[in-house]
DNA sequence: CGGTATCCGGTTGGATACTG
DNA sequence: CAGTATCCAACCGGATACCG
């Protein structure tokens, strides 16, 4: 057979997981979500708390997370506008996860960071000492 | 006073989350992760199981993993060489979080693609409504 | 208020080939 | 086996200005 051989946990090009973090994994998607934990916020809100996006940016987030059901925009048609983004059930179930990650990120990045600049420092000694 | 007024939960621009969502963003760190939940794996392993990845990324990706105390790299000194790559007990912890991602992404990711889907054929039908 | 339009630089990650 | 070297295209995100 042509077929490769199982090699055990191989996470495939199209995997929930691959897909997932491709979502998340950008600059500002988590942000929004976990701000929008809450209740619904709308535009100008949003860029207050999450600093500091530009417009452009933050629209283009929101259209995504829109895009994929994370969240819902609805407008109101008034003067002067207003349009709030709420989380969707869908999107809700998300926050225990990212709540998780958000608790490891509080009680451990330190950690990380100091591993980072020990890391670097042993680079520059050797580079300096060749 | 100058500074600025209080508004609720704002994640600044250094924060642990943002910190955390940069290191786990990219394409391939918590893939690699996740791979060597069950024990340490040399590179060839690494690249059978994290598809389809390119030497040159997916040691970028290890070093830096490394770098930031995750895994731990082990040279081997013999012929032909041998490189081993285990989780640190840091990088460990790491893995419920990412657990209840993966989780998540299994349960939910197909509900998300859909969704995605009918917002695209919504915008083709308002575009060619027009 | 809630965005768009335009431009642009940096980084990410892939293709390919080569090395100790 | 475990990487490096080089090149390169695409995408992401920021700056700035403008619009309904």
């Known amino acids: 057979m042509d077929t490769e051989d199982f090699i055990g946990n191989v996470f495939d090009a199209d995997c929930p997981s691959r897909v997932l973090f491709a979502r998340i994994g950008d600059k500002w998607a988590t942000l929004v979500i976990e701000v929008l934990a809450d209740g619904p916020l709308r535009f100008s809100e949003l860029r207050k708390r999450v600093k500091v996006v530009t417009p452009k940016v933050l629209t283009h987030t929101l259209r995504?997370?829109?895009?994929?059901?994370?969240?819902?925009?609805?407008?109101?048609?008034?003067?002067?506008?207003?349009?709030?983004?709420?989380?969707?059930?869908?999107?809700?179930?998300?926050?225990?996860?990212?709540?998780?990650?958000?608790?490891?990120?509080?009680?451990?990045?330190?950690?990380?960071?100091?591993?980072?600049?020990?890391?670097d420092e042993e680079q520059d000694a050797v580079t300096l000492g060749l």
């Open 64 to 119: 995504s997370l829109e895009r994929d059901g994370l969240l819902n925009r609805t407008v109101y048609p008034q003067v002067p506008s207003r349009v709030d983004y709420e989380l969707t059930p869908l999107g809700q179930t998300l926050l225990p996860p990212l709540t998780a990650l958000r608790q490891w990120a509080e009680n451990n990045v330190s950690t990380m960071l100091r591993a980072r600049d020990e890391y």
